[in-house]
């Protein structure tokens, strides 16, 4: 238990409980097609055909996103991920939630992340109220609990505020009403570790309020949450722990005070702060 | 008051706490890593409620942004039974020598349409819902055995279709159409199987798409969909026993001489091959549990990239 009194800080501290162990992570990205004889039909061949051996001649670009990355969530924590755009921290958040391999270096969790994201709704050509069943049963909550709490989902949500919609198909909703829908149903289940990429920089001002005391609620009944987000007021307002990632090595790594107080002076004086 | 976290840097080397212990004493486990078979079988169980949900939901989505809505559903396949028996039955005279010629071709082509959707949708399973995988945690697999399923609905709505046409045409109602049932249970496990296996290639290389059509149309060709493998080919005095022997007992026309030997009365017993029930069977466990167990392989990668 030498890490807890080393952390000596917060109360209770020796029955704090680790979610999330980051250990020396690095993630890599391989792209297709780039380079010399990009696109050609014979090069893509040439690829298949040849291996390996052939992926540097065929302009097979690796991309080090994330590079090892050490850290260790608590259960109750809110962690901010912060950085300027393409520091790794969308990167980090799948490699962590098990969608993307790492390369090195390990990641254990407690229980199963779930990832939240903006920019994809779930089945598009569905109604609103087909994802909420199918999101539900997909999370493995059974048909009598989604049911029961099918109202609070689509109440949470907002998306009926403006008329009946809940009925229609996701690809009618605006981006904004679809990363709401998803928010609601992934924060209708108790997670272990729950990941929001940028979610609430979505949604309008009543939304945000809404969700930022869901997530509140939702480290109360033991949960981790990290969010990713360019609003630092949101940060400050939902997290109390911030990761700042900077060409995907973490920079540093403390109270949500100090760190944006730093952050700030890197980016300019504070100007995204509202 | 704030929990202040231990000062995670980046160095390994004075760090007195070993991750990995930390993760081992806790109980946590790697992340992204694959389930065990057996547990892999608990989770899929106890999504079918979502794996039915799913299927629902696509096949009344499918329509929804036609006029006719739901009647698709049926005029669809009356249509491509319609099609066929034009080109095969009036211009190409193909019906000579098959009694009941226009049932034994819509039986077949419903049947055949069955695993063809089953395994063009499979190819799709996995990249057509990224949103969902990566979105929400569930075994993959029950993805491409709900779009397995989601044929099933279909080809249930395609047999409203055929028993019209069955008895429009004189066919006689029997006992043997029970048969129709553990034929189509064996059917779908198959399909479900082969749309487990597309469904892991599809998911890494997407040109499956592409090319499956080109095999699916050569299957079909050498399935005796639209004609009696043994009358055309056997006729043929140079074609060798053992390869109508390997067309017959290919798992499509054994499905779909099954489902005609139980509908249609003018389809004899001395038609199928030997063994046929076996045949049925031995297919689907191959496919089934052969794909479900190849397709669990390669569960963690999923969705990625």
């Not at chain 1, 792209?31 to 040439?46: D, E, I, K, Q, Y």
């Not at chain 1, 755009?85 to 990641?107: D, F, H, Q």
């Not at chain 2, 390997?246 to 001395?270: K, Q, S, W």
Request: net charge positive; with cysteine; glycine share 10%.
């Amino acid at each position: 238990m030498a890490e807890q009194s080393m952390t000596g800080g917060g109360s209770g501290a020796a029955g704090r409980v680790p979610t999330v162990v980051a250990d020396r992570v690095d993630v890599v990205y391989r792209v297709n097609g780039t380079g010399a004889g990009r696109g050609s039909a014979t090069a893509a061949l040439n690829r298949i055909l040849r291996g390996k051996k052939a992926e540097r001649a065929a302009g097979v670009r690796t991309v080090h996103a994330v590079r090892s990355v050490s850290f260790t969530a608590y259960r109750g924590e809110a962690i901010g991920l912060i950085g300027t755009n393409g520091s790794g921290k969308s990167t980090l958040l799948k490699a962590v939630a098990g969608l993307l391999p790492v390369e090195r270096g390990r990641i254990c969790t407690d229980g199963q992340p779930s990832l939240l994201g903006v920019n994809a709704a779930l089945m598009n050509d569905l109604t609103g109220e087909r994802n909420v069943y199918l999101g539900g049963l997909a999370m493995g909550m059974s048909r009598e609990e989604v049911r029961a709490r099918y109202q609070d989902i689509v109440d949470f949500s907002g998306i009926n505020e403006k008329g009946d919609f809940i009925t229609l198909p996701m690809r009618t909703y605006s981006s904004g009403m679809a990363a709401r829908l998803r928010f609601s149903i992934a924060a209708a289940k108790d997670h272990d570790v729950l990941m929001i990429d940028e979610a609430l920089a979505t949604g309008d001002r009543s939304f945000q309020k809404r969700s930022e005391a869901r997530i509140r609620e939702l480290r109360k009944s033991a949960g981790t949450v990290f969010l990713v987000s360019h609003n630092n007021k949101s940060i400050r307002d939902t997290c109390d722990r911030v990761l700042w990632l900077e060409r995907g090595e973490l920079r540093m790594d403390g109270p949500t005070t100090e760190v944006l107080k730093e952050y700030e002076a890197f980016t300019g004086g504070g100007r995204k702060a509202p | 008051m704030l929990d202040t976290p231990p000062p995670a840097s980046a160095s390994p080397g004075p760090d007195p706490t070993d991750p990995a212990a930390l993760a081992a004493r806790y109980g946590l486990t790697v992340s992204g890593a694959r389930p065990s078979l057996p547990a892999y079988v608990r989770q899929l169980w106890a999504r079918r409620h979502f794996v039915t949900a799913f299927a629902t939901a696509k096949l009344t989505a499918q329509y929804s942004q036609a006029k006719l809505g739901q009647v698709w559903q049926v005029a669809t396949p009356l249509l491509n039974a319609a099609v066929y028996y034009f080109v095969f039955g009036v211009l190409m005279g193909t019906s000579h020598g098959v009694p009941d010629y226009v049932p034994f071709l819509v039986t077949g082509v419903f049947v055949w349409t069955f695993t063809q959707s089953s395994i063009m949708a499979g190819t799709r399973a996995i990249s057509g819902s990224l949103g969902l995988v990566r979105a929400l945690h569930f075994p993959r697999a029950a993805l491409p055995v709900s779009y397995a399923l989601q044929q099933l609905q279909q080809l249930l709505f395609s047999m409203v279709a055929l028993v019209v046409i069955l008895l429009g045409f004189g066919v006689p109602v029997g006992p043997s159409w029970l048969l129709a049932v553990p034929a189509l249970t064996l059917q779908f496990v198959f399909n479900a199987g082969v749309a487990m296996v597309v469904a892991r290639i599809g998911a890494k290389t997407p040109d499956i798409a592409q090319l499956m059509p080109f095999v699916l149309r050569t299957w079909m060709y050498a399935s005796g969909v639209m004609w009696s493998l043994d009358r055309v080919l056997g006729d043929h005095g140079d074609m060798p026993r053992v390869v109508l022997l390997a067309l017959e007992c290919n798992p499509a026309a054994v499905y779909i001489d099954l489902m005609r030997f139980a509908l249609i009365d003018t389809f004899h017993g001395g038609q199928l091959p030997h063994h046929v029930w076996a045949l049925a069977a031995g297919w689907a466990l191959l496919a089934g549990v052969g794909g479900f167990i190849w397709f669990w392989q390669a569960e963690e990668t999923y969705g990625r990239g």
